[in-house]
């Protein structure tokens, strides 16, 4: 299940807004920042970010750069294992 994260806007140089998630070191450094909301995903904040301000690009450090990303280890999961299976009704069409 996906848990909220929270979503805030800041403005760009180049007239627009950048859309950063909690924990992005650049919002440290903004002083002026707009708290769009605690939401699932970042296309769903995206969406709301382009309801409020337009134009909004992702943030290239927190929401497009995996290597900055804090990416969840899921729990391992047990190998399936492979049944073999005869199709009988294959061999009556030969």
Not at 71 to 90: E, G, M, T, W, Y
Request: glycine share 4%; hydrophobic share 35%.
């Amino acid at each position: 299940m996906l848990e909220p994260c929270y979503f805030y806007l800041c403005p760009d140089p180049d007239n627009g807004w950048i859309l950063h998630k909690k924990g992005c070191y650049v919002l440290e450094f903004e002083e002026e920042k707009l708290f769009i909301g605690s939401l699932y995903t970042a296309q769903q904040a995206l969406t709301v970010a382009r309801i409020r301000c337009s134009p909004v690009v992702y943030c290239s450090d927190c929401l497009i750069n995996k290597s900055h990303r804090q990416l969840k280890k899921s729990a391992p999961q047990k190998a399936k294992s492979v049944i073999a299976q005869r199709h009988f009704n294959d061999d009556k069409n030969k």
